[in-house]
């Protein structure tokens, strides 16, 4: 890796960007989400202030994509969660459209938050908040301590917390 500079930038992006806009294309099956992605990927490329070396870009560019259309297929199943669960209510009692988009973003953030928690952490917090088991039955499911469940709630809310402090 080397530092960013705005010709090496150019030099990847005018070697790469149709190679990527392609791959991105068949896979997404829409050339609009594709360039959308494609776009992101350079912005994190850049954000990161790091560059691959020539011979690695492609595969580092691919990397950055794959994580963008993973995100990507992660918050289309949130709002599709999340319409799911307007659909039970009267519309009138629909947050606005603003309203939506906020919360949207908001589980989205913390769907990725606990997808990178340890499975006995997430799965924890989702048995309590979800499920509503409490701490004891938790620990009689997952064959561990009470204390350990509240360890485990500990770390999955600070991790919520301080995603959301971002």
């Given at each position: 890796?080397?530092?960013?500079?705005?010709?090496?930038?150019?030099?990847?992006y005018?070697?790469?960007h149709?190679w990527?806009?392609?791959?991105?294309?068949?896979?997404l099956?829409?050339?609009?989400e594709?360039?959308?992605l494609?776009?992101?990927t350079?912005?994190?490329?850049?954000a990161?202030?790091?560059?691959?070396q020539?011979d690695?870009s492609?595969?580092?560019?691919m990397?950055?994509?794959?994580?963008?259309?993973?995100?990507?297929?992660?918050?289309?199943?949130?709002?599709?969660a999340?319409?799911?669960?307007l659909a039970?209510?009267?519309?009138?009692m629909?947050?606005?459209?603003?309203?939506q988009?906020?919360?949207?973003e908001t589980?989205?953030?913390i769907?990725a938050v606990?997808?990178s928690l340890?499975p006995k952490v997430?799965?924890?917090f989702?048995?309590?908040?979800f499920?509503?088991l409490t701490y004891?039955e938790?620990a009689?499911?997952?064959n561990?301590?009470v204390?350990?469940?509240?360890?485990?709630?500990?770390?999955?809310a600070l991790?919520?917390?301080s995603?959301l402090?971002e």
């Amino acid at each position: 890796m080397s530092d960013i500079g705005s010709d090496a930038v150019h030099s990847i992006y005018t070697t790469h960007h149709a190679w990527l806009h392609g791959w991105l294309k068949r896979k997404l099956g829409c050339t609009f989400e594709a360039a959308d992605l494609a776009h992101d990927t350079y912005v994190r490329l850049i954000a990161s202030r790091r560059l691959p070396q020539p011979d690695e870009s492609r595969a580092y560019l691919m990397q950055i994509a794959k994580g963008l259309v993973v995100d990507l297929y992660r918050r289309r199943e949130v709002e599709a969660a999340f319409r799911a669960s307007l659909a039970l209510m009267p519309e009138s009692m629909w947050p606005s459209a603003e309203q939506q988009a906020i919360v949207i973003e908001t589980l989205t953030e913390i769907d990725a938050v606990l997808a990178s928690l340890p499975p006995k952490v997430r799965e924890t917090f989702l048995l309590s908040r979800f499920d509503g088991l409490t701490y004891s039955e938790i620990a009689i499911q997952l064959n561990v301590s009470v204390a350990s469940v509240r360890k485990y709630m500990l770390r999955a809310a600070l991790a919520c917390f301080s995603s959301l402090a971002e």
